[in-house]
């Protein structure tokens, strides 16, 4: 298992871009299952943009919805959801 509570200094913040956050263009969001979740850690440490923190909440206001979280998810405890506008 992956502790997140150490600093880790190679990890990205997330901020905001020159177009702002997210926004509206997201088509995908990550819905975590907590009941299939085994806490790995494993979504935070592959997240391109750092947004899922140690206790594995996702910050939608940077998240980009690529889906890597839920590529690399061993539990398949993460799945995308179609963004409803």
């Not at 298992?1 to 905001?16: F, H, Q, T, Y």
């Not at 088509?27 to 085994?38: G, I, L, M, Q, S």
């Amino acid at each position: 298992m992956i502790d997140l509570s150490k600093e880790r200094l190679a990890m990205s913040v997330p901020g905001e871009g020159a177009a702002g956050k997210t926004g509206s263009w997201r088509v995908f969001r990550p819905v975590v299952d907590r009941e299939k979740c085994n806490a790995c850690g494993l979504c935070a440490l592959y997240c391109p943009e750092g947004v899922i923190d140690a206790d594995l909440n996702v910050d939608l206001e940077y998240c980009k919805g690529c889906g890597i979280c839920a590529n690399e998810c061993p539990k398949k405890a993460i799945t995308m959801v179609r963004e409803v506008r």
